[in-house]
Structure formats: C-alpha cells, structure tokens
C-alpha cells in the first residue's frame, strides 16, 4: 500500500469531512502527519480502542507519520463525549500510571520505532490565565451546544460544567501543536475533531482532515465497548478469557464485530458474505462466532493460541472436564493464617475479587471450585497442605493450579 492509496485509507471510515479532503492532502505529495489522542483513563486497550489503533498503522505502513497523542493532561479534565453526567476527574499519579501500562499494550498494534508519542501536558499545563481566555474566545455557547450530548443534556436540565466546554478546545489544540494533516477518532468524536480544524484554521494553519471510524458495540450488545460500563475485550487479556468473551457475543453482532476487527483491513467482502449466509441460514452462527473468536485470538496473542485456546474452552464448557494445561499460583503468605486459608481472603490475594464481600458472593452463588468441586461455604477454611496441588476454579474460564 502506497501513501496515495485513498480506497485502502479510506476503507471502513464512517465519515472523512470535507468529502474530498484525504484525496486532497495525499496530492500534496509528501508523508501526512495523522493523529489519534487517546485519553489514559483506563488500563486496557480494548478491541473498541484497537479499531483506531490500526486505521492509525494503516497510515504508518503506507508511509505516513503517526503521531500518538497521549492525552495526560486532557485525561484530567475528562471527556464528557457520550456522557450524559459530568465525569470524575483524575489525579495525575493515577493518569500516569495508566498511560504506562497502556503504552506497552499500543505496541501490540503500532511500529514503536516510527511513532511520534506526544503527551499533551507539553503545551497545555504551560497555558496561562491569558492563553486559556484567548481559547475560550474563539468559539461560543451556542457552538458546543450543537453536540449531541451537550444538547440533550441542557435539554435535560442536568448540570454541564465549563471544564466541559474546554475539552473539545484543550483537543483541538494537540492538532495544532502538532500541526496535523488528518485526525483520527470515532464517530463520538466527530465535534471535537471539527473544532481542531477551527482552531488549525484560526492559527493560520491548513485544517486537518476528519476521519471518524464507527464504535464498536460492547460485549452487552448495547452500549459503546468501555472499561466502565465491564462489557469490553482487552486486547492484551489472557487468550482463554478473549476466546471466551467473543464466543459469547449475540449472533446479530457476528458481521460488525467481524468488520471491525478484522475484516476492514483485510477482505470487506468476506463480512458480506458471512452476513449473507447467516441471514439466509446457510452458516451456523455458533460456528461463525467460534472462528471468529479464533482469529482475534491468533491477532493479538499470536499464531496458533486461538485453536489452543478453543480447546481448552471445549474441554471446560463442552466435557466439563479441568484443562490439561492450567497456570499454577503460589499461595500468598497473607492469605494463611495459623496453617490455614480462607477462601474469601485467597480469591481478594490472587487478584479474583475485589474484596472478601465480592469473594463471598461468588463462592455463594457456586461460581467457585477446587479440582471440580464447588466450595461448599463462603466460611470455608482449608489446610494449606491440602490446597496445594488442587486446581482453583473461579467462574468459566480461570483456572489456577495452587502450589
């Protein structure tokens, strides 16, 4: 693919503004400077953040320049895109810390070595009182109460802060701090990223061009794919629990989860054709749903783990039998006590619940065994010694072997 590919770096988008921008630029004849700002208000990629991720590497490949906006400071006002309340904001201790973690996931997807990574504290934390009275000047209310969110929420009678309105502002700043040719974001994003070439615009330079792609839908089925809403799949989770979670995604999401994380960088025509033979019954939506999860699988663990990792979900769901390979763990010291454990205080140890009441709960409802066996009691205390070398089960698909 060559950089004046337009139908490759076009392909998927749900809007490229204005129509004929992106061919435009490309005859400029030189590598376009594209961006994506991702806000680190989380910890996982998720196969919804994973679709700009790669329209982002299809430009890289085709010799353009990414530049990876990491939004550290916008992260702290927070992006009331889609929200229908005012969003907590976040220490920047707690935004840092994100922003490590998922930079090591984004490699998964991009060319380290020919990213530009910018972080947006550069030249927003050094904005003063004039700077941001300057900003605020060039659009009005009127203006942010075109988006979607603001409206139905002004309409609502529910509270919208100034913070707010500075974000759509804050973003299109990072576009002309790096002076970018094309911005890429979802359909969610489409205001912010207009407002980018106001600004580009105001400040004399050529506007960049707007590429939305669609948002994927969450494992619910409902809303948009997000950490906060617990229905998303991250891209650098264990394989069992990604196979799992995609083989359980309604039929009706099969050809847009198929588009979306696959099929629109490879073959659009095969989503048409998987499309077309569920509609008319000639392929079987199980079967369908359990390649699919097999290929995603394969993309972001590697060659080969989504058929091992299928296996191992037959032998738990289908034969109800405990894998052959399983990860073993060791007992934390601060889950034993005078020579025993708890069950409740060993799951909050391992990382399997959040804490005892939560552990209770599971082992309550029956979603935790040993070797098999659900726990009989959340009050159950067991001898170290006869926990050691037992398969700890909590849920479908985590499994630990204790040592």
Known sequence: ??????????????????????????????????????????????????????????????????????????????????????????????????????????????????????????????????????????????????????????????????????????????????????????????????????????????????????????????NKMGQSLDNYIAIAEPPDDMYGKLARIDDELIPEYRLLTLDFFQDPSETERVAAGLADGSLDPWQEKRRLAREVVDLYRGPGEGDRAEARFDVVHKEHRIPDEVPEAQIPADAIREGAVWLPRLLVALELATSNAEARRRIEQGGVRIDGEPVPAAETEIAVGELKGKVLQVGRRTFLRLR
């Open 1 to 222: 693919m060559g950089p004046d590919d337009l139908d490759a770096l076009r392909a998927g988008a749900a809007e490229v503004v204005p129509t004929d921008g992106l061919r435009d630029k490309l005859a400029l004849g030189r590598p376009l400077r594209v961006k994506l700002g991702l806000d680190p208000t989380a910890a996982e990629v998720t196969l919804g953040w994973a679709v700009m991720l790669r329209k982002l590497r299809q430009f890289q490949d085709a010799g353009h320049i990414a530049v990876l906006i990491v939004g550290d400071f916008t992260a702290r006002v927070g992006d009331p895109s889609g929200k229908s309340e005012t969003r907590p904001r976040l220490e920047k201790d707690v935004v840092q810390a994100f922003a490590d973690r998922l930079l090591d996931q984004f490699w998964r997807i991009l060319d380290r070595e020919r990213t530009e990574v910018r972080y947006n504290a550069e030249w927003l934390e050094v904005m003063d009182m004039e700077d941001v009275l300057r900003l605020t000047a060039s659009t009005t209310v009127a203006r942010m109460l075109e988006r979607d969110d603001f409206a139905k929420r002004f309409a609502e009678q529910r509270p919208i802060s100034l913070l707010e309105f500075l974000y759509p502002l804050l973003q299109g700043m990072d576009s002309v701090a790096v002076q970018a040719d094309v911005e890429l974001g979802g359909t969610d994003q489409k205001f912010n990223l207009l407002v980018g070439r106001d600004l580009q615009r105001d400040h004399g330079h050529d506007p960049q061009i707007a590429l939305t792609m669609p948002l994927l839908v969450g494992t619910d089925g409902v």
